[in-house]
């Protein structure tokens, strides 16, 4: 019944590699999101993404990039692995238009940390 | 820059209590609001959305919202242990595609 898969729970890189997150989902949803989420600062946006090939940033874009080659499909690229990116990080999708955008079905989370 | 705020908590309840949690939101324009909980180490999922002013009741949760004092809320009626985890408050930023949260308020309820 898994809807939104992440590929990796746990991940350890060392600074400056360059990291993949991999989400997928198989709800047919247009939008997909990637979050992270770290104490007392709560979920913020990092990018998002409403159809094949298009992306939008978030409110924290440095230093990520992402790629939406397929529908179900949402990368979240780390060019150059940095410490205070280690986090948890979490994909989430949901469907176009109308109040029904705005819920949003998680992935389990892929904490990272970056030696 | 919009702004969703809640207290951290931990907010402390007996069982069979009733909790409440706060929300405030910095954009008049705001129309709907979510609630989303999130036990420890999972991830969140909505329990709550609420569109207009006014209350919203599901079961033993009601969600209340105040345009005016740009307020939101969530009470938890007969509060049970299973309830215990953060309850995340969303509102919409920037169009509806993207949502604002809260940074959480970690409910625990005590037998």
């Known amino acids: 019944d898994v809807k939104v898969t992440q590929s990796s729970r746990y991940l350890v890189k060392r600074t400056g590699e360059k990291v993949f997150l991999e989400c997928v989902q198989d709800m047919d949803h247009e939008n997909m999101f990637w979050y992270r989420q770290d104490p007392g600062l709560g979920l913020r946006l990092i990018y998002f993404?409403?159809?094949?090939?298009?992306?939008e940033k978030g409110d924290i874009p440095e230093g990520y990039s992402v790629s939406r080659e397929k529908k179900e499909r949402f990368s979240l690229i780390l060019e150059s692995a940095s410490t205070n990116q280690t986090s948890m990080y979490l994909c989430a999708s949901s469907p176009p238009g109308g109040s029904g955008a705005n819920v949003l079905t998680f992935g389990a989370g892929s904490r990272l940390t970056v030696l | 820059q919009k702004e969703v705020e809640q207290n951290s908590g931990p907010l402390s309840v007996p069982e069979g209590a009733i909790a409440s949690l706060n929300c405030t939101y910095s954009d008049r324009g705001s129309q709907s609001f979510f609630w989303y909980r999130q036990y420890s180490g999972k991830s969140p999922e909505l329990i709550m959305s609420?569109?207009?002013?006014g209350d919203k009741e599901d079961g033993r949760f009601t969600a209340q919202l105040n345009k005016a004092s740009q307020y939101v809320s969530l009470l938890i009626r007969d509060s049970q242990p299973s309830d215990s985890a953060t309850y995340l408050c969303a509102g919409p930023s920037g169009g509806y595609n993207k949502l604002i949260f809260g940074a959480g308020t970690r409910l625990a309820v005590h037998p």
């Open positions: 609420i569109y207009s002013n």
């Open positions: 993404s409403y159809d094949v090939k298009m992306k």
